[in-house]
T-cell receptor
């Protein structure tokens, strides 16, 4: 299965600034996901996205977060006003091309550091 | 509550020795189970998955896992560990497409020579 590509690989931002994390999955997939992993902790689900709409979101995914797929190819996660506790590795994932299960294929991640 | 428990935070195995990483889950619906591996600075790579059928599933890199419904477990095994297997291993449970994968806290595997 082709991999998901995430950009940037590392981003440093000041507290209160907006950040946009980008993901380029293959266009014929149905579901896309964002997960995050705070250093030393487990991977946590943020949101799933289907047919240009949010399918499911976790409690973490509050009003500071938004997702969109602006051009049918890129899939973005925006954090409007970053907080120190947003520092984490953010993973984009897509579904499998041949099943409709929650099998997810992850990108390499974007390490976000909020200072 | 839905959860995944990986009881072992860190395991050290000698190269060539066998490996078993434990995973227990609590899930309200039919569980789909996964093992992912993460090398330092890398993303999550899917090792294997269980959806239904044969409870012993084979994955990449010589790994296998066995689903035991009565024990709510999905332990990962490898008969002979290689130094390149040193990484962090995550067990996860999910269900239908679009729903969240719930991950365990991970087990760090070190391989000694």
């Amino acid at each position: 299965e082709p991999e998901v590509t995430q950009t940037p690989s590392h981003q440093v931002t000041q507290m209160g600034q907006e950040v946009i994390l980008r993901c380029v999955p293959i266009s014929n997939h149905l579901y896309f996901y964002w997960y995050r992993q705070i250093l030393g902790q487990k991977v946590e689900f943020l949101v799933s996205f289907y047919n240009n709409e949010i399918s499911e979101k976790s409690e973490i995914f509050d009003d500071q977060f938004s997702v969109e797929r602006p051009d049918g190819s890129n899939f973005t996660l925006k954090i409007r006003s970053t907080k120190l506790e947003d520092s984490a590795m953010y993973f984009c994932a897509r579904d499998s091309s041949d099943t409709l299960n929650t099998e997810a294929f992850f990108g390499q991640g974007t390490r976000l550091t909020v200072v | 509550a839905q959860s995944v428990t990986q009881p072992d935070i860190h395991i050290t195995v000698s190269e060539g020795a066998s490996l078993e990483l434990r995973c227990n889950y609590s899930y309200g619906a039919t569980p789909y189970l996964f093992w992912y591996v993460q090398s330092p600075g890398q993303g999550l790579q899917l090792l294997l998955k269980y959806f239904s059928g044969d409870t012993l599933v084979q994955g990449i890199k010589g790994f296998e896992a066995e689903f035991k419904r009565s024990q709510s477990s999905f332990n990962l095994r490898k008969p002979s560990v290689h130094w390149s297997d040193a990484a962090e291993y995550f067990c996860a449970v999910g269900n239908q497409a679009g729903t969240a994968l719930i991950f365990g806290k991970g087990t760090t595997l070190s391989v000694s020579s």
